[in-house]
């Protein structure tokens, strides 16, 4: 089955600063990549995804890339936000979705 | 954005109990709902693949006669913990995805506390 594997598992970043979260998929015929953010006590939210036929996604201040060939695809969040802090969760879809393991992210003010 | 609720938000119930917890899209129809569990500071584990009006699909290791789900309607999925046990207290979370799409919406889960 698919395994993804995300990085780092925590992160800390002075405001106004950029964050990068990185996460590796096993199972090359996965073709959907969601990101989620979720904040303590509640489910998570989608917040960007990419398709396998995209190299890059952009929304205001969150991107994400996808390699398919090296089976890796990252967010990158600019000019973060106290606001900005929550774990994301990176996902692959092949059939069903497959979960990071959850990236704990501190925007520090 | 699709809206997903979830009821009760919170639930405590004595062991030996069951509980229902409900899962509806408000604003779409929901032609598939999973159903995960989250341990805290852990990912979200997939339990349970329903498709309106079959049977859900359940991951290796879930029992299915623990666990029932339904999903009767494409806006109403329900997740009944039978005779609860301690162990079960978990978060609950469900999630919905619409007519030939991949996007997940997910509900705001449910806090189940089994004494």
């Known amino acids: 089955g698919e395994n993804v594997e995300q990085h780092p598992s925590t992160l800390s970043v002075q405001e106004g600063d950029s964050a990068v979260i990185k996460c590796t998929y096993s199972?090359?015929?996965?073709?959907?990549f969601p990101w989620y953010k979720q904040e303590l006590g509640k489910g998570p939210q989608l917040i960007i995804d990419i398709r396998s036929n995209v190299g890059e996604k952009k929304d205001q201040r969150i991107a994400v890339t996808l390699n398919k060939t090296a089976k890796h695809f990252s967010l990158h969040i600019t000019e973060t936000q106290p606001e900005d802090s929550a774990v994301y969760f990176c996902?692959?879809?092949?059939?069903?979705?497959?979960f990071g393991t959850g990236t704990k992210l501190q925007v520090i003010p | 954005g699709a809206v997903v609720s979830q009821h009760p938000s919170r639930v405590i119930c004595k062991s030996g109990t069951s509980v229902k917890i409900e899962c509806r899209s408000l604003?779409?129809?929901?032609?598939?709902m999973f159903w995960y569990r989250q341990f805290p500071k852990q990912s979200l584990m997939l339990m349970a693949t329903s498709n309106e009006g079959s049977k859900a699909t359940y991951e290796q290791g879930v029992e299915k006669d623990k666990f029932l789900i339904n999903h009767a309607s494409l806006t109403l999925s329900t997740l009944t913990v039978t005779s609860a046990h301690p162990e079960d207290s978990s978060f609950y979370i469900c999630?919905?995805?619409?007519?030939?799409?991949?996007?997940?919406?997910f509900g705001p889960g449910t806090r189940l506390t089994v004494t």
């Open positions: 604003d779409f129809q929901a032609t598939t």
């Open positions: 999630s919905a995805s619409g007519w030939e799409t991949y996007e997940q919406y």
């Open positions: 199972d090359s015929a996965s073709n959907y």
């Open positions: 996902a692959a879809l092949y059939q069903k979705v497959t």
